[in-house]
Protein backbone atom coordinates (compact mmCIF):
# COMPACT_ATOMS: atom_id res chain seq x y z
CA UNK A 1 0.00 0.00 0.00
CA UNK A 2 1.25 3.31 -0.99
CA UNK A 3 1.75 6.09 1.97
CA UNK A 4 2.39 9.78 1.10
CA UNK A 5 3.42 11.98 3.62
CA UNK A 6 3.85 15.74 3.22
CA UNK A 7 5.44 18.22 5.24
CA UNK A 8 6.91 21.69 4.81
CA UNK A 9 3.84 24.22 4.81
CA UNK A 10 3.76 26.96 7.09
CA UNK A 11 2.60 30.80 7.26
CA UNK A 12 4.85 33.26 4.70
CA UNK A 13 4.29 36.59 4.03
CA UNK A 14 3.44 37.74 0.12
CA UNK A 15 6.71 37.34 -1.82
CA UNK A 16 8.15 34.38 0.44
CA UNK A 17 9.13 30.99 -0.37
CA UNK A 18 8.60 27.81 0.95
CA UNK A 19 9.22 23.99 0.06
CA UNK A 20 7.14 21.07 0.55
CA UNK A 21 8.41 17.54 0.45
CA UNK A 22 6.20 14.27 -0.20
CA UNK A 23 8.18 11.05 1.21
CA UNK A 24 6.89 7.85 -0.91
CA UNK A 25 6.77 4.31 0.99
CA UNK A 26 5.21 1.16 0.18
CA UNK A 27 6.08 0.67 -3.54
CA UNK A 28 8.53 1.79 -5.79
CA UNK A 29 8.61 4.83 -5.80
CA UNK A 30 10.17 5.48 -10.03
CA UNK A 31 6.79 3.45 -11.16
CA UNK A 32 4.24 6.33 -9.81
CA UNK A 33 3.80 9.59 -11.32
CA UNK A 34 3.39 12.13 -9.04
CA UNK A 35 1.35 15.16 -8.38
CA UNK A 36 0.63 18.13 -5.96
CA UNK A 37 -3.29 19.41 -5.99
CA UNK A 38 -4.39 22.25 -3.35
CA UNK A 39 -7.40 23.20 -2.17
CA UNK A 40 -8.55 26.91 -0.84
CA UNK A 41 -11.71 27.11 1.98
CA UNK A 42 -15.13 26.88 -0.48
CA UNK A 43 -13.50 26.14 -3.63
CA UNK A 44 -12.90 22.73 -5.13
CA UNK A 45 -9.50 20.78 -5.37
CA UNK A 46 -7.13 21.92 -8.05
CA UNK A 47 -4.28 20.56 -9.94
CA UNK A 48 -0.78 22.39 -9.29
CA UNK A 49 1.55 20.26 -10.50
CA UNK A 50 3.11 16.57 -11.89
CA UNK A 51 6.23 15.29 -12.66
CA UNK A 52 6.97 11.83 -14.33
CA UNK A 53 8.47 8.84 -13.42
CA UNK A 54 11.91 9.90 -13.97
CA UNK A 55 11.76 13.64 -13.66
CA UNK A 56 11.95 14.68 -17.12
CA UNK A 57 8.88 15.79 -17.50
CA UNK A 58 6.57 18.22 -15.93
CA UNK A 59 3.31 20.42 -15.94
CA UNK A 60 1.58 23.24 -13.59
CA UNK A 61 -1.00 25.33 -13.56
CA UNK A 62 -0.63 28.50 -14.98
CA UNK A 63 -1.35 30.31 -12.14
CA UNK A 64 2.02 28.89 -10.57
CA UNK A 65 4.16 28.56 -13.71
CA UNK A 66 7.62 30.42 -13.25
CA UNK A 67 6.99 30.73 -9.49
CA UNK A 68 6.73 27.06 -8.55
CA UNK A 69 8.79 24.19 -9.58
CA UNK A 70 8.26 20.16 -8.95
CA UNK A 71 10.99 18.24 -8.64
CA UNK A 72 11.54 14.08 -7.55
CA UNK A 73 14.14 12.64 -5.59
CA UNK A 74 14.48 8.87 -6.99
CA UNK A 75 16.91 7.77 -4.38
CA UNK A 76 14.95 9.23 -1.94
CA UNK A 77 11.49 8.60 -2.78
CA UNK A 78 10.66 12.14 -2.17
CA UNK A 79 9.43 14.92 -4.31
CA UNK A 80 9.77 18.65 -4.02
CA UNK A 81 7.94 21.44 -4.40
CA UNK A 82 9.69 23.95 -4.52
CA UNK A 83 7.28 27.30 -4.28
CA UNK A 84 8.21 30.95 -4.96
CA UNK A 85 7.58 34.60 -4.59
CA UNK A 86 3.65 33.66 -2.82
CA UNK A 87 1.07 35.23 -3.11
CA UNK A 88 -1.86 34.92 -0.43
CA UNK A 89 -4.27 33.19 -3.49
CA UNK A 90 -1.69 30.49 -3.02
CA UNK A 91 -3.24 29.85 0.35
CA UNK A 92 -4.51 26.51 0.80
CA UNK A 93 -4.13 23.02 1.66
CA UNK A 94 -1.72 21.06 -0.45
CA UNK A 95 -1.95 17.52 -1.26
CA UNK A 96 0.72 15.16 -2.38
CA UNK A 97 -0.70 12.19 -4.86
CA UNK A 98 0.82 9.33 -6.53
CA UNK A 99 -0.37 7.67 -9.70
CA UNK A 100 0.74 4.52 -11.18
CA UNK A 101 2.18 4.19 -14.67
CA UNK A 102 -0.16 2.37 -16.38
CA UNK A 103 -2.80 3.74 -14.27
CA UNK A 104 -5.31 6.88 -15.63
CA UNK A 105 -6.12 8.73 -12.08
CA UNK A 106 -4.36 9.68 -8.70
CA UNK A 107 -4.80 6.67 -6.44
CA UNK A 108 -2.88 7.55 -3.58
CA UNK A 109 -2.84 10.88 -1.47
CA UNK A 110 -1.24 12.37 1.31
CA UNK A 111 -2.83 14.24 4.25
CA UNK A 112 -2.25 17.64 3.12
CA UNK A 113 -0.41 20.53 4.52
CA UNK A 114 -1.36 23.93 5.12
CA UNK A 115 -0.08 26.52 3.08
CA UNK A 116 -1.04 30.51 4.24
CA UNK A 117 0.20 33.39 2.82
CA UNK A 118 -0.59 36.78 4.07
CA UNK A 119 -0.54 40.33 2.29
Known amino acids: QVQLVESGGGEVQAGDSLRLSCTFSGRTFIAYKMAWFRQAPGKEREFVAAIWWKGGTTNYLDSVKGRFTLSRDNAKNTVYLQMNSLKPEDTAVYYC????????????WGQGTQVTVSS
Open 97 to 108: AAQARYGDSYDY
